[in-house]
T-cell receptor
Framework: AQSVAQPEDQVNVAEGNPLTVKCTYS??????LFWYVQYPNRGLQFLLK??????LVKGSYGFEAEFNKSQTSFHLKKPSALVSDSALYFC???????????FGKGTMLLVSP | EAQVTQNPRYLITVTGKKLTVTCSQN?????MSWYRQDPGLGLRQIYY???????DKGDVPEGYKVSRKEKRNFPLILESPSPNQTSLYFC??????????????FGPGTRLTVL
């Protein structure tokens, strides 16, 4: 069975500071890893994915994520947070590009002015 | 505009009264899925469909039915809703072709309350 853990319910950061939203995963095989973002009263939007290759992947809105196989982690990062980044962030994993996506419980990111 | 639409967006109903939440996508996606979102539990998959006439259970299928008679539509049916099905429901779709890799497009959500 595959699973995702997002250990922080909420992350608070000041605008302009770097941010990290943590994600660890468990899967029996090579993982396909994803980050999605949900703004208030909206559906989820795809941010970025790791399939293979370079461990640092870049996505939308200046976000990036680092795949670490030994630590089974896929943390989301951004060098300089914006107030508009405040949203609910979900990490997800699947065993292939087309099988069931398993989501974490989500981490609320709050960026203060 | 490429999109996934859901109807209704909000629904309040009573226990036992059958209801259907519609989902439609205009991107010719093979894969469609239903999720429910509950506080502290994240998104949990209810049912998914790899293509027309092909459906399969997700993690929490009890109390739900789906059908996939056409590629663009994937309705979610609650034959006898109960209060524990009060939730926020999302439909999603994606290509299954090489390179798509589960970049799912989500609908705006349907907030269901069962009294």
């Amino acid at each position: 069975a595959q699973s995702v853990a997002q250990p922080e319910d909420q992350v608070n950061v000041a605008e302009g500071n770097p941010l990290t939203v943590k994600c660890t995963y468990s899967v029996s095989g090579n993982p396909y890893l994803f980050w999605y973002v949900q703004y208030p009263n909206r559906g989820l939007q795809f941010l970025l994915k790791y399939i293979t290759g370079d461990n640092l992947v870049k996505g939308s809105y200046g976000f990036e994520a680092e795949f670490n196989k030994s630590q089974t982690s896929f943390h989301l990062k951004k060098p300089s947070a914006l107030v508009s980044d405040s949203a609910l962030y979900f990490c997800a994993v699947s065993l292939s590009g087309y099988s069931t996506l398993t989501f974490g419980k989500g981490t609320m990111l709050l960026v203060s002015p | 505009e490429a999109q996934v639409t859901q109807n209704p967006r909000y629904l309040i109903t009573v226990t036992g009264k059958k209801l259907t939440v519609t989902c439609s996508q205009n991107m010719n996606h093979e894969y469609m899925s239903w999720y429910r979102q509950d506080p502290g539990l994240g998104l949990r998959q209810i049912y998914y469909s790899m293509n027309v006439e092909v459906t399969d259970k997700g993690d929490v299928p009890e109390g739900y039915k789906v059908s996939r008679k056409e590629k663009r539509n994937f309705p979610l049916i609650l034959e006898s809703p109960s209060p524990n099905q009060t939730s926020l429901y999302f439909c999603a779709s994606s290509f299954r072709g090489q390179g798509s890799y589960n970049e799912q497009f989500f609908g705006p959500g349907t907030r269901l309350t069962v009294l």
